[in-house]
């Protein structure tokens, strides 16, 4: 059943880090947040909204993490693509438990598991109310699943692109070591870079502003903070292009 609440965009890239699914754990995926994510996105996807999703995989494997440890770079990479690809099973499976139809596509090729990633394909899939799983980020090391979800959402013409963090927002310093630490509820994608705020890594961050890709970074973990903050009513930071987006 579709909700009668109106949410303006269409279809939207939803990134979710790894670090989101470990709950009150140091590793691997919290069965309970999962399923409380997964019920948020589920209640978008009933609004009418298109959503396909990017997950991380730094609750299982980090590359950057291993390599400075000394493990080669691009093997580390590789090994984090397929971890993005188990959180990937993960959320599938547990929207299905929420009767919402998904489907796992892989930048690298794992026929047993996800359909490797087609562009037109995948677009057929969001268009038939699929939600689409894009795992293994862009298949290739030295990018990062940021970057994945900025290529994505440009790929699939999506409206908006939202980073489902911690916190809810971007704040001028880290609000979990100083009490007095600023919000903005909307910043330029320029004075971002001025201010050498750490949203997104620097190519992904590039990609979305060169493309003016609008994003919204808000808290994952607060219940139905997703459809809030596509409602406009929600806690969260609007990255925009220009000055003249803010409302």
Do not use: W
């Amino acid at each position: 059943m579709v909700s009668s609440e109106k949410i303006v965009p269409k279809r939207v890239l939803l990134k979710i880090s790894g670090e989101a699914l470990l709950g009150k754990g140091s590793y691997g995926i919290d069965p309970k947040v999962a399923n409380a994510i997964v019920s948020d996105i589920a209640n978008v996807v009933k609004s009418g909204v298109e959503v396909c999703l990017v997950i991380g995989g730094g609750n299982i494997f980090r590359g950057m993490t291993a390599a400075s440890k000394g493990i080669d770079r691009v093997h580390g990479d590789y090994a984090g693509m397929l971890a993005t690809v188990i959180n990937a099973i993960v959320l599938h499976n547990v929207l299905e438990q929420h009767h919402i139809e998904s489907c796992i596509m892989s930048a690298i090729d794992i026929p047993q598991i996800a359909e490797n990633y087609v562009r037109n394909k995948a677009i057929s899939h969001i268009k038939q109310g699929r939600v689409v799983i894009f795992a293994a980020g862009t298949g290739n090391p030295y990018f990062t699943t940021d970057t994945a979800a900025a290529l994505r959402a440009i790929e699939m013409g999506c409206d908006i692109m939202l980073k489902g963090t911690q916190v809810d927002g971007v704040y001028d310093s880290d609000p979990k070591n100083n009490p007095d630490a600023k919000r903005y509820d909307t910043i330029t994608y320029s004075e971002a870079l001025i201010k050498e705020l750490n949203i997104m890594d620097a190519t992904a961050f590039s990609l979305a502003q060169d493309n003016k890709l609008p994003m919204i970074v808000f808290n994952v973990h607060k219940e139905g903070n997703f459809k809030n903050v596509l409602l406009g009513n929600g806690v969260c930071t609007r990255v925009v292009a220009s000055s003249s987006n803010h409302k």
